[in-house]
């Protein structure tokens, strides 16, 4: 509705659709908490003050607070479907996400983008999309698509796409690569989010003079400190791996609060349901002591403004009606959502059916022939072989060469020596491509454990104590579309079908988790070491770009050298 | 030069065209002040740190910190050519402007906004125009152009057009007037700045639904906070004619410092030589006691980020090398201004000549047939007459009715009664519209003062003791094709040339200055109160949005009225 057709209805005069009277507000502007009144007509805040309306609910001195915006998250580590994730959130009181695509444009490129733009664009919940600028993540690895400037240049004219996701590929911006530069460029006017671990000193200037302006990768205050000097805006991260909040909060000062903005990147079902989404973040930093205001500003109107999104983040004129309404200012469970002047949750539940939306481009993309045993032979040279050894608590593996069990001339599980066969079987264009290793630390006694979700290129990864039930757990994966299986003797225990890009279920997000926990459950009794999560951990086993050691479809990826080395030893 | 370019150059192994060394620099993210050095290439700031550069400078502790930015002027109150203000203002630190071309556009229309992009494309100075939204400012006067949306349209593209200027026409805003609706439409995606001096509650939230997002006409502290709740970034003014810097400055808090932003809207040569620009500001926000650094960033980081400049208002890669060097945080008259690298003033002094850009379009734009006495003759009914009364200190008048001189059935200027004749003459479209008054106050014991600046539609405006004094100074206003003069018993006192729209001279700023300090002083010796500036005060006389009464082509103007009132009473 235009000024005009607001005019039209009385707003100027002090008429509204609806009046939420008796407010607390939280003024992100001024810091206060003003007792006010909010006149809401066509989905936008109309003013604030003494107004009439059509309807009127008294919030006898309810806080009011600006719907909270997350910065920076790869929806697909729900495992759901963007409505079911929405189902999850908005209740918690997020109405706004800013989402990277990275992990479906990696398995189904553009078709992607596309699905999530298209599944996100009627729901009860606002979606923005980054592009993901780096499909695939590395060249040891094969990603289900590669995607140029080109490819995403069709993008950038869309409404909800707000500019470039994440650059992870440092070394590419560094070094002035041309399809990196054609990235940089296409995106020059719109924002450009960063990725930059451990990057310092000379390194990093390059990289923000590339116009990388964002990061939430930082770990410690002084990498923290150093982004923020040098102009970024800081994304302090809370998602389920990496947990970096509360060790970021004492960089935010009354000078640097407004460049530092709250982010979940990763939050699977289990956090999701049970801790929250960005409302965990706000109540464990106003826990921490941080004027609850400011932190509801780095929810908020900071996010808002970083990413250029005018009419978001507050409640003043013109902006839009999303709204929390709280009766205290420290567990932060909304009582009721309201998203564009809609009530739209209510008590920790969403009282909308959000659409879902169903696109066979992502769904059943696993192009996978039956598992031979010979494809998992793993050919010893003597008895010493490079092995992944597993960290707690941590996605980082320790580079490790040693004696190896052996037989028949090739490497094998054997339990006993706490040593477990690894596959990663390229699901993306049927190349039969298998990558094979050794692991050390994940603890299976027998069995095995497989799963289509494998960060970055999302090809099937297996971790078995024999073969014979690696092939197994395979063949249920490939039979479910998509998804995790556990074998034991030959025999499927459990599984979870991930149709959608072999990332997400078509199950709701209660049903999700509690299978996994089950699923989880099973692991452990499987002998999964109780401090790994079992999903998770083979999930970032994939992922070459974290040292030190480890596995692809093209084999066994030496992170620090970029290379990929044999596991046997000559 | 693009980041390829620059890595070519070795940027990001550490070598830099230009390092500035051993610079304490101000660090608006951080709010630090940090011993580092500064490397630049390419007009940009490349890295922050230690860099080997071809050119090293060693700046020996000095502080170093970003441009200033003004986010409001109009730059033709300084009576110069934009080559001059640049010349005037970029060695006091100003690096950056936002102006709004209303003055010229009301003389102009189109082609006044063209010369001042074009008379700004190469000045070591960055010059960003907002269009003007109100020409003519009402329809009580003759402007030299009516500019709607489809006239405004074609400069929205322009690089450096931000948005729409100050939306003065309230009224049309709230009565959803359909020109206004199409400007507010046209620059919906870009910033739109305010003007609501009293506005408040319903009034105000609706001004502000319409997407206006600053106001820079805040007098008291509650206006100032009734703003910055709403949503609008509050522009501290302080002009020639309007000093509101200090009684605003208790608004600025941690919480609503990043809303704030430090404007000029008009400075007059005499300012501008002897207090400076943006630096005058900074410097008396810092001597009431604000925080420096907060004080800085309502000159350069704020206003940046209001006007979506992201590349201005700090120092960081990426950034535009705009900065200045001070050797302390107090008097900020800056040692140095370098602009995109490069040193362009030095104490005080421009080191680079200005380009002059002439256009015909926008010179000796003056249409006046001679004044004959006929018209200014002004019948009275009886003795009484509606007299505007000066107020001092103020540009708001008195509407007095009082019995006034008479002779021959017609009101006469009687400098004995306090009474004076003014007059406002069509000067656009030679239409013979004269607008005749009495004037109380200004105190001139005999002869006429005329001037073509006559705020906003700039007809000519001639005030007088006597018809023949007021004949001969408009008849040399109109020989020097704009400008001001002093008459005397049919004698041409003084006068000054402002042939660029009647509103600017083609000298420098300091023979501007000196010539209309000339002037001044005959203005006090004929007799003008000591307490008015005579040129500004006849200035504001003509504009009829300010109350009570005022003069126009058209007649005399009760302004709250909203009409044209004739000067008799029968």
Same mark, same amino acid.
């Given at each position: 509705?235009?000024?005009?057709?607001?005019?039209?209805?009385?707003?100027?005069?002090?008429?509204?659709?609806?009046?939420?009277?008796?407010?607390?507000?939280?003024?992100?502007?001024?810091?206060?908490?003003?007792?006010?009144?909010?006149?809401?007509?066509?989905?936008?805040?109309?003013?604030?003050?003494?107004?009439?309306?059509?309807?009127?609910?008294?919030?006898?001195?309810?806080?009011?607070?600006?719907?909270?915006? =997350?910065?920076?998250?790869?929806?697909?580590?729900?495992?759901?479907?963007?409505?079911?994730?929405?189902?999850?959130?908005?209740? %918690?009181?997020?109405?706004?996400?800013?989402?990277?695509?990275?992990?479906?444009?990696?398995?189904?490129? *553009?078709?992607?983008?596309?699905?999530?733009?298209?599944?996100?664009?009627?729901?009860? !919940?606002?979606?923005?999309?980054?592009?993901?600028?780096?499909?695939?993540?590395?060249?040891?690895?094969?990603?289900?698509?590669?995607?140029?400037?080109? &490819?995403?240049? /069709?993008?950038?004219?869309?409404?909800?796409?707000?500019?470039?996701?994440?650059?992870?590929?440092?070394?590419?911006?560094?070094?002035?690569?041309?399809?990196?530069?054609?990235? !940089?460029? !296409?995106?020059?006017?719109?924002?450009? @989010?960063?990725?930059?671990?451990?990057?310092?000193?000379?390194?990093? $200037?390059?990289?923000?003079?590339?116009?990388?302006?964002?990061?939430?990768?930082?770990?410690?205050?002084?990498?923290?400190?150093?982004?923020?000097?040098?102009?970024?805006?800081?994304?302090?991260?809370?998602?389920?791996?990496?947990?970096?909040?509360?060790?970021?909060?004492?960089?935010?000062?009354?000078?640097?609060?407004?460049?530092?903005?709250?982010?979940? @990147?990763?939050?699977?079902?289990?956090?999701?349901?049970?801790?929250?989404?960005?409302?965990?973040?706000?109540?464990?930093?106003?826990?921490?002591?941080?004027?609850?205001?400011?932190?509801?500003?780095?929810?908020?109107?900071?996010?808002?403004?970083?990413?250029?999104?005018?009419?978001?983040?507050?409640?003043? /004129?013109?902006?839009?009606? &999303?709204?929390?309404?709280?009766?205290?200012?420290? =567990?932060?469970?909304?009582?009721?959502?309201?998203?564009?002047?809609?009530?739209?949750?209510? $008590?920790?539940?969403?009282?909308?059916?959000?659409?879902?939306?169903?696109?066979?481009?992502?769904?059943?993309?696993?192009?996978?022939?039956?598992?031979?045993? =010979? %494809?998992?032979?793993?050919?010893?040279?003597?008895?010493?072989?490079?092995?992944?050894?597993?960290?707690?608590?941590?996605?980082?593996?320790?580079?490790?060469?040693?004696?190896?069990?052996?037989?028949?001339?090739?490497?094998?599980?054997?339990?006993?020596?706490?040593?477990?066969? +690894?596959?990663?079987?390229?699901?993306?264009?049927?190349?039969?491509?298998?990558?094979?290793?050794?692991?050390?630390?994940?603890?299976?006694?027998?069995?095995?454990?497989?799963?289509?979700?494998?960060?970055?290129?999302?090809?099937?990864? *297996?971790?078995?104590?024999?073969?014979?039930?690696?092939?197994?757990?395979?063949?249920?994966?490939?039979? #479910?579309?998509?998804?995790?299986?556990?074998?034991? &003797?030959?025999?499927?225990?459990?599984?979870?079908?991930?149709?959608?890009?072999?990332?997400?279920? +078509?199950?709701? #997000?209660?049903?999700?988790?509690?299978?996994?926990?089950?699923?989880?459950?099973?692991?452990?009794?499987?002998?999964?070491?109780?401090?790994?999560?079992?999903?998770?951990?083979?999930?970032?086993?994939? +992922?070459?770009?974290?040292?030190?050691?480890?596995?692809?479809?093209?084999?066994?990826?030496?992170?620090?050298?970029?290379?990929? *080395?044999?596991?046997?030893?000559?």
């Amino acid at each position: 509705m235009n000024l005009e057709a607001l005019l039209a209805t009385g707003v100027g005069k002090g008429q509204a659709e609806k009046v939420f009277k008796n407010a607390r507000l939280v003024n992100v502007f001024t810091g206060e908490i003003l007792e006010t009144g909010l006149a809401v007509t066509g989905g936008r805040v109309v003013g604030v003050g003494d107004y009439r309306g059509a309807e009127e609910l008294d919030l006898q001195g309810r806080y009011v607070c600006p719907g909270f915006i =997350d910065g920076h998250v790869h929806l697909e580590s729900s495992m759901v479907t963007p409505a079911e994730f929405a189902r999850g959130i908005v209740p %918690q009181g997020t109405t706004t996400v800013i989402a990277d695509p990275h992990e479906i444009a990696n398995v189904c490129g *553009v078709a992607g983008i596309e699905y999530m733009l298209a599944a996100t664009a009627a729901l009860p !919940l606002t979606v923005y999309l980054m592009l993901p600028s780096c499909v695939p993540a590395t060249s040891l690895e094969t990603a289900g698509a590669r995607l140029t400037a080109t &490819d995403l240049a /069709p993008f950038c004219s869309h409404p909800r796409v707000l500019g470039l996701g994440e650059v992870m590929d440092i070394n590419a911006v560094l070094a002035g690569q041309a399809d990196m530069m054609a990235k !940089l460029e !296409l995106c020059r006017d719109m924002v450009l @989010d960063g990725h930059s671990p451990g990057l310092s000193g000379k390194e990093l $200037n390059t990289y923000i003079l590339a116009g990388v302006r964002s990061d939430h990768e930082c770990v410690h205050p002084a990498e923290a400190w150093e982004r923020l000097r040098l102009g970024m805006h800081l994304m302090l991260r809370e998602s389920s791996a990496s947990k970096n909040l509360q060790s970021l909060l004492p960089v935010v000062t009354p000078f640097t609060a407004r460049r530092c903005l709250l982010v979940t @990147d990763d939050r699977h079902p289990a956090e999701l349901l049970h801790e929250g989404h960005i409302n965990h973040l706000v109540r464990l930093a106003v826990q921490a002591g941080l004027d609850p205001v400011t932190v509801i500003q780095m929810a908020t109107i900071n996010t808002a403004q970083y990413f250029g999104l005018k009419d978001l983040g507050a409640l003043a /004129p013109g902006y839009a009606a &999303d709204f929390l309404v709280l009766d205290n200012l420290e =567990d932060f469970r909304p009582l009721r959502v309201y998203r564009r002047g809609l009530l739209v949750a209510e $008590n920790g539940r969403l009282l909308v059916e959000p659409a879902v939306h169903r696109e066979t481009a992502v769904e059943h993309t696993l192009r996978l022939s039956p598992l031979q045993s =010979d %494809q998992l032979r793993l050919p010893a040279l003597g008895s010493r072989a490079r092995v992944i050894g597993l960290v707690p608590q941590q996605i980082t593996t320790r580079k490790m060469e040693m004696k190896a069990p052996n037989h028949q001339g090739c490497f094998v599980a054997d339990p006993l020596a706490d040593v477990l066969k +690894l596959a990663v079987i390229e699901r993306h264009h049927g190349t039969g491509n298998v990558g094979k290793g050794l692991v050390s630390g994940f603890g299976l006694s027998g069995g095995a454990i497989a799963s289509s979700v494998a960060h970055d290129s999302h090809n099937v990864v *297996v971790i078995g104590a024999n073969d014979t039930d690696m092939i197994t757990a395979v063949a249920e994966v490939a039979r #479910l579309g998509g998804g995790l299986a556990l074998a034991r &003797d030959g025999k499927v225990l459990g599984s979870l079908a991930l149709p959608i890009a072999g990332l997400m279920s +078509l199950k709701p #997000l209660e049903e999700v988790e509690a299978e996994l926990s089950c699923l989880r459950r099973l692991a452990f009794q499987m002998g999964v070491r109780p401090w790994y999560d079992p999903f998770m951990t083979l999930a970032f086993l994939a +992922l070459p770009v974290i040292p030190e050691l480890k596995l692809t479809d093209l084999g066994l990826v030496d992170v620090r050298e970029g290379s990929i *080395v044999p596991v046997a030893i000559a």
